[in-house]
C-alpha cells in the first residue's frame, strides 16, 4: 500500500512551459486534492475532486487545470508557467465514509519557474 | 480572511519539557479539528484530532485541548523529543465538509 504518490520530486520550468504534476493513490479514496505552500504560509487549496469526473476550484484556482478520469489518478495541469507558481504542491486524499474529512498527503513535488 | 491562525510562527522548547502550540478559529461552524505535523521535504502526515463535542483528546505524548467559548485549541507535546521538531499545521472543518482550512504553521524546534 504505496498511500499517496506524487511525480516528479522536483522540476523546474522557463517561464511560459507547461507540465503536468501526477498524483495518484491506492486506498480507493473518493476525495482528492491538490494544494500549494509558499515558504511561510499554510496550505492553499488549488482544486479537488469529490469522485471521478468531478472537480471543482479551491481557494487558489486560476493558473492551473485539473482532470479526475479515475478514482485512482488526479493530475494537475499547469498551461502557462509564471514565477507566481513557484511553490510545493502536495496532493492529498481522504475517505468520504468517515463524514469528517482526515486527509493523507503525498510527499510534494517542489517546483521552481523562472 | 484567515479563518484558521497560528500566530506563533516557530516555537523553541527544552528536551523533555511540555511543548504546547496555539491555534485560533473564526468560524463557528467548525466542528472537527485536526493537527497535522511536516518534515522537511515530506507531506504533512495526521497526528491527532477533535471533536467540539469533547474538549480534550490524548494519545499517547500528543494531547489537544478544545476551548469553544474561545475558539480555541492547543496541542501539548510531552515529553518533548527531538523527533518531535517539525512544522504543526492546524487545521479545521466541519462534518460533511470536503475540505480543510489550515492554518499557517508553527516551527516547533526541540533543542537536545
Known amino acids: 500500500n504505496a498511500g499517496v504518490t506524487q511525480t516528479p520530486k522536483f522540476r523546474i520550468l522557463k517561464i511560459g512551459q507547461s507540465m503536468t504534476l501526477q498524483c495518484a493513490q491506492d486506498?480507493?479514496?473518493?476525495?482528492m486534492y491538490w494544494y500549494r505552500q509558499d515558504p511561510g504560509m499554510g496550505l492553499k487549496l488549488i482544486y479537488y475532486?469529490?469522485?471521478?469526473?468531478?472537480?471543482d476550484k479551491g481557494e487558489v484556482p486560476n493558473g492551473y487545470n485539473v482532470s479526475r478520469s479515475t478514482t485512482e489518478d488526479f493530475p494537475l495541469r499547469l498551461e502557462l508557467a509564471a514565477p507566481s507558481q513557484t511553490s510545493v504542491y502536495f496532493c492529498?486524499?481522504?475517505?468520504?465514509?468517515?463524514?469528517?474529512?482526515?486527509?493523507?498527503f503525498g510527499p510534494g513535488t517542489r517546483l521552481t519557474v523562472l | 480572511d484567515q479563518q484558521v491562525k497560528q500566530n506563533s510562527p516557530s516555537l523553541s522548547v527544552q528536551e523533555g519539557r511540555i511543548s504546547i502550540l496555539n491555534c485560533d478559529y473564526t468560524?463557528?461552524?467548525?466542528?472537527?479539528f485536526l493537527w497535522y505535523k511536516k518534515y522537511p521535504a515530506e507531506g504533512p502526515t495526521f497526528l491527532i484530532s477533535?471533536?467540539?463535542?469533547?474538549d480534550k483528546n490524548e494519545d499517547g505524548r500528543f494531547t489537544v485541548f478544545l476551548n469553544k467559548s474561545a475558539k480555541h485549541l492547543s496541542l501539548h507535546i510531552v515529553p518533548s523529543q527531538p523527533g518531535d521538531s517539525a512544522v504543526y499545521f492546524c487545521?479545521?472543518?466541519?462534518?460533511?465538509?470536503?475540505?480543510?482550512?489550515f492554518g499557517t504553521g508553527t516551527r516547533l524546534t526541540i533543542i537536545p
Open positions: 492529498a486524499s481522504s475517505d468520504t465514509n468517515q463524514g469528517y474529512n482526515e486527509q493523507f
Open positions: 486506498m480507493n479514496h473518493n476525495y
Open positions: 475532486s469529490v469522485g471521478a469526473g468531478i472537480t
Open positions: 468560524n463557528s461552524m467548525f466542528d472537527y
Open positions: 477533535i471533536s467540539s463535542i469533547k
Open positions: 487545521a479545521a472543518t466541519n462534518f460533511g465538509n470536503e475540505k480543510l482550512t
